[in-house]
């Protein structure tokens, strides 16, 4: 069974279409990122996997109608988002009693031996802690839920750089095993990208490309092309083309890399460089 | 798939209606304050308690027992009114709350359905707060009368006149007055928690101020005020329908003057749950279907 089957999953606000036919096959296991513009419709497609937000056509997460079976699909799926914020009124002990109440896969002892890492005071008020404190608070709270889906949307934003970076080292290190799968939205895509099994680019309610990092590495390439060269490796067709410090930079879906080799240094873009490409090339 | 063992079986209902008390210490501090602030005044009035007993000796029995009974009804009253206060302002920001400080889409991320935490927010006027409620009124009576007991101690007067006209039913008809009173105002509760669930804000005057357009409209396009004395029996019925009928103009001391027949099988009080029941369905599926903005 897929984690995430989705066949035709559309959305609409009044009159702009925020999801257009989106088709998602998510394994087990896989740390799938999903990028995309502004509105490109990314938050609709995690709030429609989280069973927040109706929707039409197909969507099965972990065999569940998210929709209909939100309160169950729950027990194995966990959340953190930038606007799913903890009540400011709650202490930390507070909500680790509740959570660990309602919740029938949390583990306390994990999520208080994260804490423990922390300088996060149990009697505090989560208004009383900084942002990257609440964070830290959230991600406890996640990593001790023996979840089998865990849905991030922008879960870093606002967090300074060496918080975000403890933040992903904590998530694979300490929670990420080959059971679990992870969906990931962010900004910051190239601090993400070494995470990655996977990419899904969204663009417009439609996905615009979607493929294993393998793939992107054996497919893209991105050449710093020779001055002399410039107009041979344009005739090799690149999906995108740009001028850093006087030099061409050509990216080529598909091409072969020997050939590329002969008019420049070559080397595998980043999922930044690819996003620029393919969300660019129809704009 | 590996619940541990230390993970304990999940008890959602119990844990939100905790939660609700985390957040609303109102709930219970309120009408604490009140039942402190009475006992400070009860308090200092004790200083002139020894002459007033004395002065009692020359009314008849019956005027005795109203004046013995004056400190106890109002202690009861002034806590179960502001419990009564207190759980309108925490209906009106129930199922608000969440949504304006977006934390609900935290409590969605738990495995919580709706319909439980629209009950456990609705338990809180509904049992929490009219038991808190009862507990201080009763606890505070006993307080008055170990007071008044000692003080007429010290002063060297029997307190037997005090006891033996003491209407010891009074924490009955207590207790019934305040479980009609709940189930009469079901609606109330139910049409707040609505309105705090639907309205983005300004909670109060969506709840209050279409029923007042309702009532203003009727009178001026038909001249009559069937909706207002709707509304007016909705506030008052309760006196009305579950107690005997004189009852609304005297004290009520003694279980004889309760009619909990008459409660039960007025079209009111069943109109009214039916009501408030279709507020509360209506809730769970707002909750359900409010889409993150």
């Known amino acids: 069974m897929a984690t995430i089957e989705a066949r035709g999953l559309r959305k609409a606000f009044g009159t702009s279409i925020a999801l257009d036919g989106v088709d998602l096959h998510v394994e087990e296991g896989r740390v799938v990122g999903l990028v995309g513009?502004?509105?490109?419709?990314?938050?609709?497609?995690?709030?429609?996997?989280?069973?927040?937000?109706?929707?039409?056509?197909?969507?099965?997460?972990?065999?569940?109608?998210?929709?209909?079976?939100?309160?169950?699909?729950?027990r194995d799926v966990a959340f953190i988002s930038d606007v799913a914020v903890l009540p400011r009124w709650i202490r930390v002990s507070q909500v680790l009693d509740y959570v660990g109440g309602v919740h029938p896969r949390f583990d306390r002892a994990k999520a208080e031996a994260f804490l423990a890492k922390t300088t996060i005071n149990r009697a505090s008020k989560v208004k009383e802690l900084s942002k990257g404190m609440v964070a830290q608070l959230h991600l406890a709270l996640v990593m001790a839920i023996d979840a089998r889906l865990l849905v991030l949307d922008e879960p870093t934003l606002g967090l300074d750089i060496l918080y975000r970076k403890q933040f992903y080292d904590s998530l694979l290190n300490d929670y990420f095993d080959r059971s679990r799968t992870i969906m990931v939205t962010t900004h910051q895509v190239e601090e993400i990208q070494d995470v990655l099994t996977d990419i899904l680019f969204i663009d417009r309610g439609r996905i615009v490309l979607g493929c294993s990092m393998e793939e992107v590495e054996s497919r893209y390439a991105q050449v710093m092309v020779h001055p002399d060269n410039v107009a041979a490796a344009r005739a090799l067709g690149p999906i995108h083309e740009r001028q850093v410090f006087g030099r061409s930079i050509l990216l080529f879906d598909g091409a072969d890399r020997p050939q590329l080799a002969a008019l420049g240094d070559v080397r595998t873009p980043g999922i930044a460089d690819v996003f620029v490409a393919v969300m660019g090339a129809d704009r | 798939?590996?619940?541990?063992?230390?993970?304990?079986?999940?008890?959602?209902?119990?844990?939100?209606?905790?939660?609700?008390?985390?957040?609303?210490?109102?709930?219970?501090?309120?009408?604490?304050?009140?039942?402190?602030?009475?006992?400070?005044?009860?308090?200092?009035?004790?200083?002139?308690?020894?002459?007033?007993?004395?002065?009692?000796?020359?009314?008849?029995?019956?005027?005795?027992?109203?004046?013995?009974?004056?400190?106890?009804?109002?202690?009861?009253?002034?806590?179960?009114?502001?419990?009564?206060?207190?759980?309108?302002?925490?209906?009106?920001?129930?199922?608000?709350?969440?949504?304006?400080d977006r934390s609900i889409l935290f409590w969605k991320s738990l495995p919580v359905s709706d319909l439980t935490t629209v009950l456990s927010k609705a338990s809180i006027p509904f049992a929490v707060q009219p038991l808190v409620s009862f507990a201080v009124a009763l606890a505070t009576q006993l307080a008055v009368l170990l007071l008044s007991t000692l003080v007429l101690l010290v002063n060297g007067i029997n307190p037997a006149t005090l006891w033996a006209r003491l209407p010891f039913q009074m924490s009955l008809v207590m207790l019934y007055g305040l479980t009609v009173h709940v189930l009469w105002f079901a609606p109330i509760f139910g049409?707040?928690?609505?309105?705090?669930?639907?309205?983005?804000?300004?909670?109060?005057?969506?709840?209050?101020?279409?029923?007042?357009?309702?009532?203003?409209?009727?009178?001026?396009?038909?001249?009559?005020?069937?909706?207002?004395?709707?509304?007016?029996?909705?506030?008052?019925?309760?006196?009305?329908?579950?107690?005997?009928?004189?009852?609304?103009?005297?004290?009520?001391?003694?279980?004889?003057?309760?009619?909990?027949?008459?409660?039960?099988?007025?079209?009111g009080l069943w109109i009214g749950l039916v009501f408030a029941a279709a507020c509360l369905a209506a809730a769970v599926r707002l909750r359900r279907s409010r889409e993150p903005a």
């Open chain 2, 1 to 100: 798939m590996n619940p541990s063992s230390n993970v304990p079986e999940p008890r959602p209902m119990y844990w939100s209606v905790r939660r609700e008390l985390w957040e609303n210490r109102s709930v219970y501090i309120a009408p604490l304050v009140v039942a402190a602030v009475y006992l400070l005044g009860f308090l200092i009035s004790t200083m002139t308690l020894p002459r007033r007993m004395n002065a009692l000796a020359v009314f008849g029995p019956v005027s005795q027992q109203m004046v013995v009974f004056m400190p106890y009804s109002i202690a009861a009253s002034m806590v179960l009114l502001t419990g009564f206060i207190v759980g309108v302002f925490y209906c009106l920001d129930a199922l608000n709350g969440e949504r304006r």
């Open chain 1, 37 to 74: 513009p502004n509105g490109a419709g990314k938050t609709t497609a995690l709030n429609a996997i989280l069973g927040l937000t109706p929707y039409q056509g197909e969507l099965k997460v972990l065999g569940r109608d998210p929709w209909t079976e939100r309160d169950h699909l729950m």
């Open chain 2, 191 to 267: 049409w707040l928690l609505l309105v705090s669930g639907w309205a983005r804000r300004a909670t109060f005057l969506w709840a209050a101020l279409p029923l007042f357009a309702i009532a203003q409209g009727e009178q001026i396009a038909f001249g009559t005020s069937h909706f207002a004395s709707m509304l007016r029996y909705r506030l008052e019925g309760a006196m009305v329908e579950a107690f005997t009928d004189h009852a609304a103009k005297v004290r009520i001391l003694r279980p004889s003057q309760l009619d909990p027949v008459g409660f039960l099988s007025s079209p």
